[in-house]
């Protein structure tokens, strides 16, 4: 059983965060690499033969001037089930590493390392199940509440244009704060399985309850967090992007010095043909990056509001996880 | 408490670090990174913020009302419309939302002798000079860096041009206001960021090193592919000033003459020729390498002179 944790500050988060970042990186950046290096280049492949579809069909239909046909749309969509299926495993590969990395930082912080072997394999366990199925059912409940919400517009418009556009702009305007209410009260329910092996379910009500009571603060800490980090993983891939779509601008600047800026829509139609890798590359970097910050960042503040929880915590309010009181409390400082 | 004495080798009075990090006693090296961050945020969301608004009172109408033309006209019309707001917009957030934030972390978070731990202190002219000068030796080196990408990637020469458009004056009105925004506010705002906090904090856990680190992110920071290289190096060599000299000036000085030298060579009559011919840094491949050496013997001399702080 886990001992009892000490709040954070916004600036002992901050430095936490940091520090876990600096203890657990080559070990994250190997997990990233073993588990994404495969899904990247599915994900290349798949960009390059979308892109190249697409450019076809473009350079088709401004050369006949006509509509797209049906042999059209059918020869793009084989590539386009292609970039959808590569984009799922590669969003899987996120989620299971996003695993992998919380274990590893978790147990850092619990003063119990671990080697990255033994965090993928604790990650492909049960946990890998249990964190695909409380992604699945998370997004089916907020997609849903979006598709409910446009089913009854849909009605309001077979009865009045006035009364559907009142309606949608009213729904619209409730709908997105309560979408991130609910998305802010779930949003550790990945860690909790990861963390404290938790089930779809726990792991949903867990994190509900852990962040009741603090919302607001929740909410803010992870808007600046995400600003922080979004803004670091910009500034580091944006020089990797543009040398990885380097051939892609090359091809384009070369055009426009042909052609003194009156480009050919056909010449723009097979430059799209070379975009692709760089595209699936720059995404990749970025997530890679990404999961260096992020799950770091998120298992720091799940053990913050851990420690907040059990310090005023009512029954409805307790987290799912029992914790030993007889211990000593873990601050967080100290790591 | 560590004491600043101790931190800058004898350069300042003794002051203690009270600020509310420094008394958490919490790692210095997350401060640096978290407030350069913090900064960089500011100071990108509200440049642009600004820019925008700036663009919508001045010019909204004339961006619509152009339409015509290909991308390169309308493109180089676009640049020239928002030039004006750019500039503006550069100089009140450079000092709104880098430089004031910077002191107000430096105060909050180490110390309240802000002017001791960023390094405002006086330092020889002949060191200044020898900076200035290596800085000099540099510019050739680094424009040739660039144009070789440049180059290499087929860069068109009118696109260049639109792009230098910001820094380019047709008046010695026009010249004095960039010499102002371009030269002056960055050789502050940004010396005061990059080197006075950010190399400054890392120093103490990491010595020497921070210099590196600090100059590379300098060159990540204005987020120009095609200039990383040539901008990361001029990081170092400013970060190597500030180490040696354990002052501020010598890089405030080189990055207002760096940027200055640019401006300069912009400049032009109303006919579209330079004024300044002089100042056109584009060299051979040797003398590149001259300039090198050059930069490198200066370099050498800077090290003897600044002995002194290391002793």
Redesign the interface.
């Known amino acids: 059983m886990n001992p009892p944790l000490l709040p954070l500050t916004l ?2 988060i ?2 936490k965060t ?2 876990l970042i ?1 203890k657990t990186f080559f070990r994250n950046l190997l997990i990233s690499a073993v588990i994404l290096l495969f899904p990247i280049i599915l994900m290349a492949i798949a960009t390059d033969a979308f892109y190249s579809s697409l450019a076809d069909m473009q350079g088709s239909i401004l050369h006949s001037r006509n509509e797209p046909g049906l042999d059209m749309i059918l020869a793009i969509l084989g590539p386009l089930t292609f970039f959808g299926c590569t984009t799922i495993i590669f969003a899987l590969g996120v989620l299971l590493a996003e695993i992998a990395i919380s274990i590893i930082v978790s147990q850092e912080i619990l003063s119990n390392p671990i080697t990255f072997f033994d965090a993928l394999h604790e990650a492909f366990s049960m946990k890998c199940l249990y964190g695909i199925g409380q992604g699945i059912l998370k997004y089916l409940i907020l997609i849903g509440g979006v598709v409910i919400v446009g089913i009854v517009i849909a009605i309001l418009a077979a009865v009045s244009k006035v009364l559907m556009g009142l309606i949608s702009i009213i729904c619209l305007l409730a709908l997105v704060p309560v979408l991130i209410y609910v998305a802010i009260k779930w949003y550790f329910a990945l860690t909790s399985v990861a963390v404290d092996d938790l089930t779809i379910i726990e792991s949903l009500r867990n994190s509900w309850y852990l962040v009741e009571g603090h919302w607001w603060r929740t909410f803010g800490i992870l808007i600046l967090l995400y ?2 980090s979004n ?2 993983i910009y ?2 891939s ?2 990797i992007t ?2 990885s779509m ?1 051939d892609f ?2 091809e384009y ?2 055009i ?2 042909k052609t ?4 050919d829509p056909q010449s723009v139609v097979q430059l799209e043909k070379s975009v692709g890798p760089g595209i699936a590359i720059g995404s990749g970097i970025s997530a890679l990056l990404s999961l260096m910050i992020t799950p770091v960042f998120t298992v720091v503040m799940y053990y913050d509001l851990r420690a907040r929880g059990n310090v005023g915590a009512t029954s409805k309010q307790q987290p799912m996880i029992k914790q030993d009181t007889s211990s000593e409390p873990i601050d967080l ?1 100290n790591l | 408490m560590e004491s600043l004495v101790k931190q800058t080798s004898g350069t300042v009075p003794s002051q203690n670090f009270d600020g509310s990090w420094e008394r958490a006693h919490r790692n210095i090296t997350a401060a640096a990174c978290i407030g350069l961050l913090i900064i960089g945020v500011l100071y990108m969301y509200t440049q642009t913020f600004i820019t925008i608004i700036l663009v919508f009172i001045n010019s909204s109408g004339e961006l619509r009302a152009f339409k015509s033309g290909n991308f390169i006209e309308r493109f180089s019309h676009t640049t020239e419309l928002l030039k004006n707001p750019l500039r503006y917009s550069v100089f009140i957030s450079q000092f709104l939302f880098m430089f004031l934030p910077t002191l107000w972390i430096v105060k909050r978070w180490h110390t309240v002798h802000i002017l001791s731990y960023v390094r405002i202190s006086r330092i020889s002219f002949l060191e200044l000079v020898i900076a200035v000068a290596a800085a000099i030796c540099f510019i050739p080196v680094s424009g040739g860096i660039s144009n070789f990408f440049m180059k290499q990637l087929n860069v068109p020469d009118f696109l260049a041009r639109i792009n230098t458009q910001i820094f380019t004056s047709y008046s010695l009105q026009e010249l004095l206001w960039l010499v102002v925004v371009v030269c002056i506010t960055p050789a502050l705002c940004e010396e005061l960021l990059f080197r006075g906090y950010f190399q400054r904090t890392l120093e103490r856990t990491l010595g020497m090193k921070s210099l590196f680190i600090a100059g590379i992110i300098f060159g990540l920071y204005h987020m120009q592919p095609l200039n990383l290289i040539s901008l990361a190096l001029l990081g170092c060599m400013i970060g190597y000033f500030f180490y040696r000299s354990k002052s501020l000036l010598p890089g405030i000085a080189v990055h207002f003459v760096n940027n200055l030298l640019a401006v300069l060579s912009l400049y032009k009559k109303s006919d579209g020729n330079v004024v300044f011919e002089t100042f056109d840094f584009e060299i051979t491949f040797l003398g590149g390498v001259v300039a090198l050496v050059f930069m490198g013997g200066l370099l050498f001399i800077y090290q003897l002179i600044t002995q002194k702080n290391f002793e």
């Open positions: 600036g002992d901050f430095e940091f520090s600096g600003i922080l803004f670091f500034i580091i944006l020089p543009f040398g380097w601008y090359k600047f070369t426009l010095q003194g800026g009156n480009i400082s």
